[in-house]
């Protein structure tokens, strides 16, 4: 009975590096809460968050980072399994290509764009701070300037990156699908 059940057990290649991408990322978001809850960091992020204006870009980067680069890949991988276990169709040829695609463009398209998110967020947030709190005492405008408008191409390009990897596996799935 024992080798009937582990002969009718499969594995899904697809599934399995998609879950390996999600716990990486979400090995990651671990790492990116370090600074949030940081007291020694000068301005603290909490600070910046609760300051408003720019500094929300910084929880908008967190947040959509848990969501897009944890969740969402996580997600993903069930996709796969159904494909590859449920309706007993690997992944092969073009259909196999654009599953690498969206693997390498998404994870890194999103963890990019976030990133930049974060980044932006905290270093104009923190300039827009109080000189006594730790800030610069810069006003919205020259949050924007000094650092918010050089983010905004290189995230825009992310985005367009992640949604050309999420674009390559939806085509990569209906291939799939469609095939004999």
Aim: charged content about 10%; hydrophobic content about 50%.
């Amino acid at each position: 009975m024992q080798a009937k059940e582990e002969e009718s057990l499969q594995v899904s290649r697809w599934s399995n590096r998609f879950i390996w991408a999600a716990i990486i990322q979400g090995f990651a978001a671990t790492l990116l809460t370090i600074p949030i809850v940081d007291p020694y960091l000068n301005p603290p992020v909490s600070k910046v968050i609760a300051g408003g204006s720019a500094g929300t870009w910084f929880l908008v980067g967190y947040v959509m980072y848990i969501v897009v680069g944890v969740i969402a890949v996580g997600l993903t991988a069930l996709f796969y399994y159904h494909f590859e276990v449920s309706m007993k169709k690997p992944y092969v040829g073009i259909s196999n290509a654009l599953a690498w695609i969206h693997l390498i463009l998404m994870n890194a398209g999103a963890a990019t764009a976030t990133y930049l998110l974060m980044y932006g967020g905290y270093m104009a947030g923190a300039g827009m701070l109080p000189v006594s709190e730790g800030g610069k005492g810069w006003t919205a405008l020259q949050a924007h300037i000094n650092v918010l408008s050089a983010l905004v191409d290189p995230t825009a390009y992310a985005i367009v990156i992640t949604g050309v990897g999420v674009l390559a596996g939806g085509l990569g799935f209906l291939l799939n699908y469609l095939r004999k």
